[in-house]
Structures are given as C-alpha cells and as structure tokens.
C-alpha cells in the first residue's frame, strides 16, 4: 500500500468516525486565508470543514533547493495530497494531532515552519528530521520523520528522535485510528 493510500483511508475513517458519533467536522478558520476546506461559518472563527484532495500538489522544490536539501518522499507526498484541519488520532492508546494544511496560504506557513526546523536540526548538529505531528503529552513532544531513512518516532523540540514508533510513514499512518473530539466553540 502507497503512504498516499493509507492516508485516504485514514481521511475515509475519520469522516465516518465522526458522521457516527454525530459530530460535524469544526474548525477556527484564518479569515485571510481562501481555504478549500472550509465550509459553512459556524460562531466566529469556527466553520465546518471537509478534506479536499489538492488539484495542484504542493511543491516542495524552493524548499529543498534553498535547504539545499532534499526532503523526504513521504513526507512531501504526506503534505501534498490533501487540504485537510489537523486530524485528532491515537497511536497505541496515545493521542496525537497528525499536521494537515488548509490550503495554500497555510502550505506557505507549513513550508517556512519545515524549513526553520531544519536550520535548528543543523544548528545543534542532529540528524534532520521533519514534522508530521504532535503528542498530546507534552506540548513539545513532535513526530516526526527521518530525513534520511524515513522512520518515524518522537523527538522532543531541540532533542534528536528519541523512540521510533514505525519504520515509515506509510506503516504508521496504517496504525492511527480517529479519534472524535468534541468541539466547544
């Protein structure tokens, strides 16, 4: 199975999960930005949201050309196949937020935050690692992906990867389960 395919069944899954549990798919929208996702306004910031599947791939070429770096397939082809809000998951009964983008004013934002996390990896002399996610223990528990071999495990800002958790990215898309959280808003 392509990592592309894991994450269209996690999305399908999520969806499902959520229209079961007679949530709806909520949101705080950034009024600047022309989101694909967004749909109709709730209270304020708050909207509905639904995946779009992007027409246009994100293009991480400037990107690696500037870093003089490439980066990893995975993750490239994770960021760049769907529009998406950050999807609320569990891996082994821990709960996770997986990073998505809203559209393209977001993907801009999502690029230069890559690129500031690579440029602090040189600084401390670590291997290079890129971002996917967030561990809901601690604030600044990150996953994230090897640059080079792909695998994907937990590092703490600042701090190499510390636990693997899947030896790519693919296999651990294939382990999350949605999780439905209730949206106060």
Known sequence: MLMTTA?????????SAYAQ???PLVVEANPDWQAPIYQQPLQQDW?????????????????????????HDSVEAFYSHW???????????????????????DAE????????????KRRLKQPITLFIGLAEESDDLLITVDNDSGVVG?????????????????????QLSPRVVDQLI
């Open 7 to 15: 994450l269209d069944n996690l999305l399908a899954q999520y969806q």
């Open 21 to 23: 549990a007679g949530q």
């Open 47 to 71: 909207v509905h949201w639904v995946p779009v599947k992007q027409t246009q791939p994100l293009l991480f070429t400037d990107l690696a050309n500037a870093l003089e770096q490439p980066l």
């Open 83 to 105: 529009y998406a809000a950050d999807l609320a998951v569990t891996f082994a009964e821990h709960p996770l937020q997986l990073l998505q983008n809203h559209g393209p004013e």
């Open 109 to 120: 934002r999502l690029q230069a935050n890559l690129a500031g996390h690579v440029l602090m």
């Open 154 to 174: 937990l590092e703490f800002v600042g701090q190499p990867q510390h636990q693997q958790l899947a030896p790519s990215l693919q296999e651990f898309i294939q």
